[in-house]
């Protein structure tokens, strides 16, 4: 039996050690987005994998940024995953940030930088806790893999390259993902999965371009089709009306409908914050947590055409275009999804209405009972003192299922940012204790999945 | 029995310096919307009018450009007023002049210049007509008018100012229409009446700002609110909704599906031109004009809701907003109509979509019996050697409900265009024999309409 006690005391003993590594790099800019930094970042990470005695490689994903990969073996016949991602969001605004965005700055018990929490904190914590391992116990406890990627921020285009490829490097019997932390009341979050997503673009064409509007007795307006064709799709009572669409929507089991229960009330904050009366259909409680977790939903998130300026012009529309948000949850498919899609504006006479199909995504969840779930819950309420809200999915999107599912490995989210990390937006930041929270957390889990039947 | 040819030859014979009067207008821009020669051009009218012997006056508008005003007795007690405009549209984009927008130079038997159709032909072929009527008869045969205001191209937004103010100035037994000519195939029109209009905006709200759309199971999508409330006002076979919408419609007379029987058949130009495969419900033919000429439209003009730009951006728009465009016929009322939309939206749920009226116009239509009308034709067929194309109404627009029907005035249009005149485009242009002809066409109206009877 590992004393993780010894472990943790180095940790804490180092701890500001770890801090200056993480702020080394939180100094090193790498926005995907901009191609700022990223062979600089891409580097840096796998020198510090190297220093951990990894083998490492930066795997090329034909187009986009490097995969910097890495493995160790350990004592127990058994590998868990860390997926990461070396690229953060840009940091504008940059006037609203009030210290460096690059400076990985330390005020009010906290570490302030574009990336601390999305995600190189995370990254930064996992190296310290192997580490730490490494420097009083020896050997690792199991086999251990990174995959980080450089292009998580801007939708990890080029990773299922690289999966394709190398598929033997993504073997793995679990997965700790990228994102993680406290909610907005300090109680350590677990997230079991993610939403797929099916996003379509819908183009409608009229005339060759735009008419007077006197015209309008003979001339097909696009965005009268376009608005026919939408009311079709979803109605005032917000239930999707493709035929098909709910067919392979999976019930939650007994058990999540337990982890739902056991879910914070956020209601009010959510309403004060987005400044509405209320949620749609008059939701509350149970019934909007399921809504929210374990149904699709169709979204317009973008609506265009004619005259959008002040005041007024009397024209025909030549064209006009919707973007739509099809959120979907297990076992939803985003290609059948489409094609019902299609179909059903086909079956309704919509035939003009052109459609593509912008990004596709598919929906994941791991079991709560899967050990790796039962792992992190158990090891997040020792380190940090507290038990776990388990989410049986999440709100954001990511390469969840193409990494994990489709391999048949469960994964488990656990990281060191909180409900106040402004993620994406300026003064990003996380709590220094969070952080050597997070390492130690990190300690527990290597140490408690080695052990784990299953 | 006035000799009619002498005055004719007189203008034949007069024919280079009316068309130098012409050419001095086209000289002075005058573009309302910029603000450009405006006061210039006002005064010009102003020392012509004065030259024919009119009592003249700029009257203020109380915010717009004036209107410039003149009158002078005749032999018969009975008053024609001519309704023009002495602005013009802006020339842009001028690379696509042949020859400088402005200087009316006369090349392959046309005059080339921006506002030469539009309306300063028609303006130049009265006065001309006046000038060659006093110079061989003497006394005119009747009250004549001129109200010409400078904000026509710009929607005439104040002249219903001039009209409060002056009440007694706009008295007058018909009306002379500031646009007219000949068609695609050379047959001179005649139009007697323009649709009405009621332009609404429609705005929704949702969130304060812009959300993630995962959160689009319990947030309200105000584009989704539009869409739906949209769909209540039209629906897939092209009728309107809402209900009383089409209470007020006039039929159409005997006569005026006669007028309609006659128009030419511009269907496959239009198809050609629009590059479309065919018309709203496959109408074609008497269904077509009738729907045309006597239906009044319920058109979306735009659309704009969250992302619009390329690609994928998973948002939930915190607005959205739609432009409404109706045509008008006889005898809706544009404010009448408004509130009907208003009270659907309500009767239907949609009291959170806020509405605006942004432009209202009554639809004008004189009766194809009127006096004017038949003169009108009459004198077209005599001095243009060609039956008319009678429209009882136009696709355009104008204040001639406001000058004309407010007042019980009859009206017609007459001028100088023609089927490829180019107003408000490049290469605008009148053929030059149109001109002397508008000039004689003048000529035969005011002695006409003087013994008319009624």
Known sequence: MTDLNAVYTYVDEHAEEYIAQLQKMLNQPSIAAQGVGMTEMAAMVQQD????????????????FPVVYGEKAGKADKTLVFYD?????????????????????????????RGVADNKGNIAARFAAIDAWQKIVGELPLNLKFIIEGEEEIGSMHLQNFIDDHNDLCQADACIWEFGGRDIDDRPQIHLGLKGICYVELRVSGARRDWHSSQATSIPNPAWRLVWALSTLKGPDDRI????FYDKVKAATEAELQALENLPDTEQILLDDAQIPGFINGLTGMELKLKDYFEPTCTISGLLSGYTEKGQKTVLPSKAMAKIDMRLVADQDPHEIYALLRKHLNDNGFTDIESELVGAGYPSRTSLDAPIARVVAETYEEVFGQEPVIYPTSSGSGPWYQLCDAFGIDAATAGVGNGYSQAHAPDENINVEDYILGIKHIVAIMDRFAQSEG
């Open 49 to 64: 994998m190297d220093a951990l005695g990894f083998e490492t490689e930066q795997y090329d994903t034909r187009g986009g």
């Open 85 to 113: 991602h070396y690229d953060v969001q840009p940091a504008d605004p940059l006037d609203l940030w009030t210290s460096d965005p690059w400076s990985g700055e330390i005020r009010d018990g906290k570490i302030w930088a």
């Open 241 to 244: 009306l493709i035929p098909g």
